[in-house]
């Protein structure tokens, strides 16, 4: 746990790059949307900074996020849900939150049966990024 959300966490044995086109294929193939792609590394290179690679995916869907909304306008705040993926010492990273997670604090039951509806998509996405 990490600021009170579940954090979920993997290794992979491939290149960030790889790991992030694996994750947007998954976004589309589940049907869900990539709202921003924020690449660290090349942003900071614009910069004449040097980082590593370091990239987050934002992901939701238009009609998911009006639920959210008619069930706890305060949530609008929580979407998009963010998938980070980063290399670090020979290893890819990838990390999520899961929207259950997100969610919870609300304490609001349509919001909690959204969230475990996304959880199984989220899910899948983040297991399709593993994938060897």
């Avoid at 990490?2 to 992979?12: D, P, S, Y």
């Avoid at 709202?35 to 004449?48: F, L, S, V």
């Avoid at 959210?68 to 305060?74: E, F, L, N, P, Q």
């Amino acid at each position: 746990m990490r600021g009170g959300l579940l954090v979920i966490t993997a290794t992979c044995a491939q290149p960030a790059d790889v790991v992030v086109e694996r994750l947007k294929a998954a976004v589309g193939a589940l049907s869900m949307a990539l709202i921003t792609h924020i690449d660290g590394q090349a942003n900071a290179a614009r910069k004449g900074l040097r980082a590593g690679p370091d990239q987050i995916l934002e992901v939701f869907r238009p009609d998911f996020a009006v639920r959210v909304w008619a069930a706890d306008k305060r949530a609008g705040l929580d979407i998009p849900i963010r998938y980070h993926v980063y290399e670090q010492d020979g290893v890819t990273h990838m990390s999520y939150r899961a929207p259950s997670a997100i969610f919870a604090p609300y304490a609001n039951p349509e919001l909690d049966a959204l969230a475990r509806e996304l959880d199984v998509i989220f899910a899948e996405i983040f297991a399709r990024g593993q994938a060897a």
